[in-house]
């Protein structure tokens, strides 16, 4: 069993479609952080979130933490075929630090 | 910018042999992780360090050993390299253990 949970596990649209992706958990966190991982290379660190109800704003990619800091969504506006790659969240809900399966997308030209 | 450098991108070992992967950070971080990627099973956690020649076990320690003898240098150690651990392996340091700046990944291939 992960402790968290992402969905959807592969995801494939077309270049200016926009996308949701989940992060879930039955654990609290005092924070999230959501990484992107192309192919090849290892994961870099995009955004963290710490407030139940924040949102963070990276150019086309919004993420928002939920109310009860137990789960999380990115979402993206009008992808780009450079936004393909791995997503994974991740957080500790106590020592130790632990990683979603993570979303596979691919935005087809 | 944080640099995580990892020795090797690409690796071929045989059934075993003992093989050294070596990680390197330029940003004087207390933290370091040594991770194993699987198709299917993302990043698990094999061994942690919070300080010199300080270790604590992941998640799937078995199999490896890990060694930090100085604090910008975390090695994982495959005494007796087998099959099923054929996998991309990534360090990972950190200051504060949540916003963890990764190596490349080392692609380890035992055959």
């Known amino acids: 069993t992960q402790l968290l949970e992402q969905s959807p596990q592969f995801l494939s649209i077309q270049e200016g479609e926009n996308l949701t992706v989940y992060c879930n958990s039955s654990?609290?966190?005092?924070?999230l952080q959501w990484y992107r991982q192309e192919p090849g290379e290892g994961p870099v660190l995009l955004v963290t979130?710490?407030?139940?109800?924040e949102v963070k704003k990276l150019k086309r990619l919004t993420f928002q933490f939920g109310d009860a800091r137990k789960d999380s969504s990115l979402h993206i506006t009008a992808a780009q075929p450079g936004d393909t790659g791995l997503y994974l969240c991740?957080?500790?809900?106590?020592?130790?630090?632990?990683f979603g399966t993570g979303t596979s997308l691919t935005v087809i030209p | 910018d944080v640099k995580v450098t990892q020795s090797s991108r690409y690796l071929v070992k045989r059934t075993g042999e003992k093989v050294f992967l070596e990680c390197v950070q330029d940003?004087?971080?207390?933290?370091m992780f040594w991770y194993r990627q699987d198709p299917g099973l993302g990043l698990r956690l094999i061994y942690f360090?919070?300080?010199?020649?300080?270790?604590e076990k992941g998640d799937i320690p078995e199999g490896y050993s890990v060694s930090r003898e100085k604090k910008e240098r975390f090695s994982l150690i495959l005494e007796s390299a087998s099959t099923n651990q054929t996998s991309m392996y990534l360090c990972?340091?950190?200051?504060?253990?949540?916003?963890?700046?990764f190596g490349a990944g080392t692609r380890l291939s035992v055959l």
């Open positions: 940003m004087d971080h207390e933290n």
């Open positions: 991740a957080g500790a809900p106590g020592n130790q630090f632990y």
């Open positions: 360090s919070y300080d010199v020649k300080m270790k």
């Open positions: 979130v710490v407030t139940g109800g």
């Open positions: 990972a340091s950190s200051r504060d253990h949540l916003n963890q700046y």
């Open positions: 654990s609290v966190f005092s924070s």
